[in-house]
Nanobody, 119 residues
Framework: QVQLVESGGGFVHTGGSLRLSCAASGTIFSIFNMAWYRQAPGKQRELVAHITSGGSTNYSDSVKGRFTASRENAKNMAYLQLNSLKPEDTAVYYC?????????????WGQGTQVTVSS
């Protein structure tokens, strides 16, 4: 069984910064793509950032230039640095990973961490 646990969310004012972390644990052979999603109240979950095992990244237009995704493969960790935060960034942020386990390749989600940006 694999678990993803996010941390680092919180309350900030407009223009502030946060760093989210995602820790993967369990019987993991390797982690392929990892991604960060977010879901605001009343809205669908949306992809924010995507990072390959080699470190290549892609971002949604709404966060490009403000958010930075990274990962430490040896530690099974992923990070999302959130800068220049805006009230519209308020959402629950979720970590997603495609993980090769003993029994196959599966997709996992974390429980989410709340980010609240006040104007």
């Amino acid at each position: 069984q694999v678990q993803l646990v996010e941390s680092g969310g919180g309350f900030v004012h407009t223009g502030g910064s946060l760093r989210l972390s995602c820790a993967a644990s369990g019987t993991i052979f390797s982690i392929f793509n990892m991604a960060w999603y977010r879901q605001a109240p009343g809205k669908q979950r949306e992809l924010v950032a995507h990072i390959t095992s080699g470190g290549s990244t892609n971002y949604s237009d709404s966060v490009k230039g403000r958010f930075t995704a990274s990962r430490e493969n040896a530690k099974n960790m992923a990070y999302l640095q959130l800068n220049s935060l805006k009230p519209e960034d308020t959402a629950v942020y979720y970590c997603n990973a495609k993980v090769q386990t003993m029994s196959g390749l599966y997709e996992y989600w974390g429980q989410g961490t709340q980010v609240t940006v006040s104007s």
